[in-house]
C-alpha cells in the first residue's frame, strides 16, 4: 500500500466544463508529479510540483493547472473540457525530486468527457 | 527526446511458461528504470527500479536486467501464473524524477 489516494474514482464531465482532480500524497514527501494515460497508451508527464512550486512541465497547455498545498495534498485542474481529456489521470509522491527519488503512484481518477 | 519502446505489445502465454517483456529507451542518460504492473482500470504497482549503475534486480519469480549503453531492459518472468496477467509499463527517469513511459505489454497467462 502506497498511502498516495486520489478523489473522485471516477468523473463524468460534458465538454467546455472544468474539472478538479485531488490526489493525497504520503506524510513527508515534497514532490507530487501527475500524469495522463489515454486508453492503451502509457502515462505522460503533465506536471510537478515542489514544495508547492511548479517544478517542471510536460508537453500540455496552459489550461492544466496545479496546485500543492503545505498538507501533502495537491490538485489538478482542467479548464474547457476536451473530449481528447477523458483519460485516467495519475499522482505520484516522492520524498523530493532528485533523481534517485521512487514514485508511488495513487489508484488514479478516470475522467470521461462527454 | 526521450522515447520509450516495449516489444511486444501483446503476449499471451500457457501457465508455467518462462516469458520475456522487452523495453528499450533512445537516450541513454538516464538515472534509473523502472518496471511496473496495471491492472484494468487500476493503477500503477512498482515491481523493480534498477539504477543506472546496477545491471539487474531481482523480486521473488521477476529479475529485471538494464544494458544502460544499449538502452535496453529486460523482464523476465519465470513460471508464469494466470495472475500475472496484467499490463507491464516500463519507465525510465531523465531528471527530476520525471517518468516517461513505454506504452506497455499487455500479457495474458491462461490456465
Known amino acids: 500500500e502506497t498511502g498516495v489516494t486520489q478523489s473522485p474514482t471516477h468523473l463524468i464531465k460534458t465538454r467546455g466544463q472544468q474539472v478538479t482532480l485531488r490526489c493525497s500524497s504520503q506524510?513527508?514527501?515534497?514532490?507530487v508529479s501527475w500524469y495522463q494515460q489515454a486508453l492503451g497508451q502509457g502515462p505522460q508527464f503533465i506536471f510537478q510540483?515542489?514544495?508547492?512550486?511548479?517544478?517542471g512541465r510536460g508537453n500540455f497547455p496552459p489550461r492544466f493547472s496545479g496546485l500543492q498545498f503545505p498538507n501533502y495534498s495537491s490538485e489538478l485542474n482542467v479548464n474547457a473540457l476536451e473530449l481528447d481529456d477523458s483519460a485516467l489521470y495519475l499522482c505520484?509522491?516522492?520524498?523530493?525530486?532528485?533523481?534517485?527519488?521512487?514514485?508511488?503512484f495513487g489508484p488514479g481518477t478516470r475522467l470521461t468527457v462527454l | 527526446k526521450q522515447e520509450v519502446t516495449q516489444i511486444p505489445a501483446a503476449l499471451s502465454v500457457p501457465e508455467g511458461e518462462n516469458l520475456v517483456l522487452n523495453c528499450s529507451f533512445t537516450?541513454?542518460?538516464?538515472?534509473?528504470l523502472q518496471w511496473f504492473r496495471q491492472d484494468p482500470g487500476k493503477g500503477l504497482t512498482s515491481l523493480l527500479l534498477?539504477?543506472?549503475?546496477?545491471r539487474e534486480q531481482t523480486s521473488g519469480r521477476l529479475n529485471a536486467s538494464l544494458d544502460k549503453s544499449s538502452g535496453r531492459s529486460t523482464l523476465y518472468i519465470a513460471a508464469s501464473q494466470p495472475g500475472d496477467s496484467a499490463t507491464y509499463l516500463c519507465?525510465?527517469?531523465?531528471?527530476?524524477?520525471?517518468?516517461?513511459f513505454g506504452k506497455g505489454t499487455m500479457l495474458l497467462v491462461s490456465p
Open positions: 505520484a509522491s516522492s520524498l523530493e525530486a532528485g533523481e534517485l527519488d521512487t514514485q508511488y
Open positions: 506524510s513527508g514527501h515534497n514532490t
Open positions: 510540483y515542489y514544495r508547492e512550486e511548479e517544478n
Open positions: 537516450d541513454s542518460a538516464i538515472y534509473n
Open positions: 534498477i539504477q543506472s549503475s546496477q
Open positions: 519507465a525510465v527517469n531523465s531528471g527530476y524524477s520525471t517518468l516517461t
